[in-house]
């Protein structure tokens, strides 16, 4: 993951210096922490963990559970007994309804309902914590990568600097050489 984070700050700030557009590390670290995948990994455990945090009130209420059901038969029937009479019934209905509900309430379950409300809140603060610590992780990968950028490209600028210095001390060297106040060995 690094090495894609590296390489794209790399290349948005090398396409940047490239168009001679002045990159502020304010908004190299801003556009990192926006697109970075573990920093939204982090902020997206986070909110889930502080919705659980918020939900954990639940755990001191009744749970209810209800069942019901319909049911619609239509048959058609025949019968012959032993004295050879037959009943034949057809299109009989029936109709049956059933309904249930449950109520459960622990009242005491040994602190245990006490127990996962803080575990889910420190859940929550450690969810945050964590978030934190990798923005603050990224925004330093980023920082050291950008500044290291801008001190190869300063130090790229010296190289061409010293080379346009030495170019010139060739040239002068040359013409004290033509003029016949210059050796070969300074040359």
């Given at each position: 993951m690094?090495?894609?984070?590296?390489?794209?700050?790399f290349?948005?700030?090398?396409?940047n210096?490239?168009?001679?557009?002045p990159?502020?590390?304010?908004?190299?670290?801003q556009?990192?922490?926006?697109?970075?995948?573990?920093?939204?990994l982090f902020?997206?455990?986070?909110?889930?963990?502080?919705?659980?945090?918020?939900?954990?009130?639940?755990l001191?209420?009744?749970?209810?559970?209800?069942q019901?059901?319909?049911?619609?038969?239509?048959n058609?029937?025949?019968?012959v007994?032993?004295?050879?009479?037959?009943?034949?019934?057809e299109?009989?209905?029936?109709?049956?309804?059933?309904?249930?509900?449950q109520?459960?309430?622990?009242?005491?379950?040994?602190?245990?309902?006490?127990?996962?409300?803080?575990?889910?809140?420190?859940?929550e603060?450690?969810?945050q914590?964590?978030?934190?610590?990798?923005?603050v992780?990224?925004?330093?990968?980023?920082?050291?990568?950008?500044y290291g950028?801008?001190?190869?490209?300063?130090?790229?600028k010296?190289?061409?600097e010293?080379?346009?210095v030495?170019?010139?001390?060739?040239?002068?060297?040359?013409?004290?050489?033509?003029v016949g106040?210059?050796?070969?060995?300074?040359?």
């Amino acid at each position: 993951m690094r090495r894609k984070l590296f390489a794209f700050l790399f290349t948005a700030v090398f396409l940047n210096l490239c168009q001679a557009q002045p990159v502020a590390v304010e908004q190299v670290v801003q556009l990192a922490l926006q697109k970075n995948y573990d920093v939204r990994l982090f902020q997206n455990s986070a909110a889930l963990a502080a919705n659980d945090s918020r939900f954990s009130f639940g755990l001191y209420l009744p749970t209810i559970n209800g069942q019901g059901a319909y049911v619609r038969n239509t048959n058609d029937s025949r019968n012959v007994t032993f004295s050879n009479n037959e009943t034949i019934r057809e299109g009989v209905q029936s109709t049956n309804l059933n309904g249930s509900a449950q109520l459960i309430w622990t009242i005491f379950d040994g602190t245990k309902m006490f127990a996962t409300h803080k575990r889910l809140a420190e859940l929550e603060v450690l969810g945050q914590l964590n978030a934190k610590n990798q923005m603050v992780n990224t925004a330093a990968s980023v920082i050291a990568t950008y500044y290291g950028i801008v001190r190869q490209i300063q130090q790229l600028k010296a190289i061409q600097e010293q080379t346009s210095v030495s170019e010139e001390r060739v040239k002068l060297a040359e013409r004290k050489l033509q003029v016949g106040t210059g050796g070969k060995p300074e040359l």
